[in-house]
């Protein structure tokens, strides 16, 4: 007999959820047909697999030590812990408690893997908490810590993740009710000096992995609104902070390159004369945006992500640095 004990990591998810990361090779119709016999219990009863789980309760798995290493996620545990050891590095944490944790990812790292042998923030995150002694091997039998936004590659900024069932409920549904404020601020070609809300629809071709807007709705577009804010120009380019009130893939970037101002550094939305001049003068390689700012008022949580050198270096060679826009940046709303 084999016990789950429940505790806060796993709190919140359903049992039927929590077996089959526990059995990762059994399948559902077994775990099902086990509930019913009662060869799985919950607190010692029969239960159906919807229940939701609380801190303290205990599942038992009444199987023979042949029939529970067969189905069970043991036999990988050892090499997922030499390898979260081995690609460990050390995170920019904003914030964290213990049910989340925020970070301010590099330019160059994945949100999440495209392809099975990359490792993208994800498995650093887990790594990160193995490596705190907050999470062991065995955990990520039944539980995986995981992000709720992703931010493109090439885009820096403030990542959310949960590190329990119920910081990942918590912050998925803030995002997908859109409880929360997500600000960015990029560097656009042109001057830009007015404040304003465009909307619009968003188009994804999967093949080529770009995006057309347009101002009206065509087949498999999605809405999309976007609120940039200018915080200082030299009369060529222009600091501004966007106000993302849809999280569509590339939006920012491909809005911003539909009205006139593509990003500097932005090789698929925008002028390459442009973001050639860039590289050569300030080795920008990457767009300009940053994921800077996150208010998530039903968390009593609002962070700020430190702007990457990189990003600073422009601004200060473009003279779009001036004394109180620390202040200014944080009042922009």
Known sequence: MKEINIDEKLAGQKMMRCLERYLSNAPKSFLYKMLR???????????????????????????????????????????????YNRIYRPLDIIYENSDVIFINKPSGMLSQKAKPEDVSLVEYLIAHLIHKGELNAG?????????????????????????????????????KQRTLGKYYLCIVKGNVDKRALIKGYLYKDNKTNKVTISRTETKDSLPIETEYIPVCSNGNVTLLKIHLLTGRSHQIRAHLASIGHPLIGDYKYGQKSVNDTFNRQYKVKDQMLHSYELDIPDMDIHIYAVIPDSFKNVMKGEQLCRPGIQEDLEALH
């Open 37 to 83: 016999k009662k060869n799985i219990t919950l607190n010692n009863s029969k239960a159906t697999g919807d229940e939701k789980l609380k801190c303290g309760d205990i599942i038992k798995i009444f199987f023979s030590d042949e029939t529970f290493e067969k189905f069970s996620a043991d036999n990988n545990r050892t090499v997922n812990y030499d390898y």
């Open 139 to 175: 955990d990520l039998a039944s539980f995986k810590p995981g992000i709720c936004n992703r931010l493109d590659r090439n885009t820096s900024g403030i990542v959310a993740a949960g590190k329990t069932t119920k910081g990942l409920q918590q912050l998925s549904e803030a995002f």
